[in-house]
């Protein structure tokens, strides 16, 4: 009885057991269900945002491309804008060459004329001179010296009636060279006067031509600044591509500058060996007079000196933009944009030497005139340059004409004064 009591416990503990074994996997599964439902919106989510990543990361793709394309493009057009703005350029120089030249021509047969006109007055009065002479011969008669010969009044008044007939022959001979004279130099005048009368209609006809060329090569230009405004927006003018234009323009100066060192460095110890002589001189009481070649070579090495108003502007006109002015963002403008009629003349505004002459984007047609030490002045947006690169320029001598190059809406001079590679305020230098 015993054994069977015991039998029946284990038999109850291990029912228990396997009743407890029972429920704790119904839990355990009736848990596995309910984190399987719970897990079911979230792995829905999951999904979801996988999807729109993916759409997101195509839009972007497309995005890239598209902007890809346009960098093509404006890169394309940049580059049409160059060729057409250079043409420009070229159109314009020759026909401010030719309008120079016509000018010239005019003024010389204004004087052709003016010429023949005093020499027509003086054939006339040489003619009615000649005429009155031979008038009065005629009235004496053909035989009126032979008579006095064969006369037998008194020989000292015969004598001097003889000498007044030769003082008047002599007197008409001049009067027929003088005349002659005349005429071959009106005939001469009247010939040159046709010739350049010829020249100026040639001219005027290549000038129509030139203006055709000129205005074609604008068109072209306009056409192409239309294709860039539609193609990119104005918002797309970062700040990114200033700064790389305001690169290129530092990286081509300073290239101008190192091809042009060993001739600055050379041109920089000649005109301090004149300054030392000219001490020299001095310091020992007398003077040194440099030759007119040395005055320009120190004049063109001396830098632009202290700003105290002592250079003239390089062109007139009402300024849109001032140094320090805001650009975009943080930039600033470095310079100054002056407006001017397209086509007028811009000046140096000091002595120096040509650096650089050439197309730059941003800046469009560049001129940039060192002046030594250190100084330069930079002449940008220009429609042609009047100088080359390594030319001698005077202060106040025409170097460009006044353009809306580098893409720009308006015709304008942008103007910089840089000093040891640093852009500076340039109106302190400029005068009123």
Known sequence: ???????????????????????RKYILHASIIFAGVMLLPAISHAEDNKQQLKTLQQSI???????????????????????????????????HETQATLAALDKAIARLNQSIKQLEARMAAQQKLLAQQLDAAFRQGR???????????????????????????????????????TRQALADQKKDQQQKQQQQTALLQQQHVQQDQLEKARAARRKTLSGLDSSIAQDQQ???????????????????????????????REAQQVRE????????????????????????????????????????????????ESLQGELRWKGMVIAAAEGSEVRAIADGRVLMADWLQGYGLVVVIEHGKGDM???????SALVSVGAQVRSGQP?????????????????EIRRQGQAVNPLPWLGK
């Open 1 to 23: 009885m015993r054994g069977k009591a015991s039998l029946n416990r284990l038999n109850i503990r291990e029912n228990g057991r396997q009743r407890r074994h029972s429920t």
């Open 143 to 181: 035989n009126a010296g032979m008579q006095l010969i064969l006369s037998t009044e008194e020989s000292q008044r015969n004598e001097r009636i003889f000498a007044y007939y030769s003082y008047l022959n002599e007197a008409r001979e001049k009067s027929i060279r003088d005349l002659s004279a």
């Open 61 to 95: 793709a497309e995005k890239e491309k598209s902007v890809q394309q346009q960098q093509r493009q404006r890169g394309k057009l940049l580059s049409q804008l160059k060729q057409q703005e250079i043409a420009v350029s070229q159109s314009s120089r020759a026909l």
């Open 399 to 415: 170097v460009a004409l006044v353009g809306s190059s580098g893409g720009q809406g308006t015709p304008a001079l942008y103007f």
């Open 238 to 268: 970062s700040l990114g591509e200033l700064r790389l234009n305001e690169a290129r323009l530092r990286d081509n100066i300073a290239r101008a500058e190192r091809e042009a060192r060993a001739r600055a460095e050379r041109e920089a």
């Open 277 to 324: 002589r000219q001490e020299q001189a001095k310091s020992k009481g007398g003077t040194y007079k440099p030759s007119p070649s040395e005055r320009a070579l120190v004049s063109r090495t001396g830098g632009l000196g202290q700003p105290a108003g002592q250079d003239l502007w390089p062109v007139r006109g009402r300024t849109l933009h001032r140094f320090g």
């Open 377 to 383: 002045s930079l002449y940008g947006y220009n429609q």
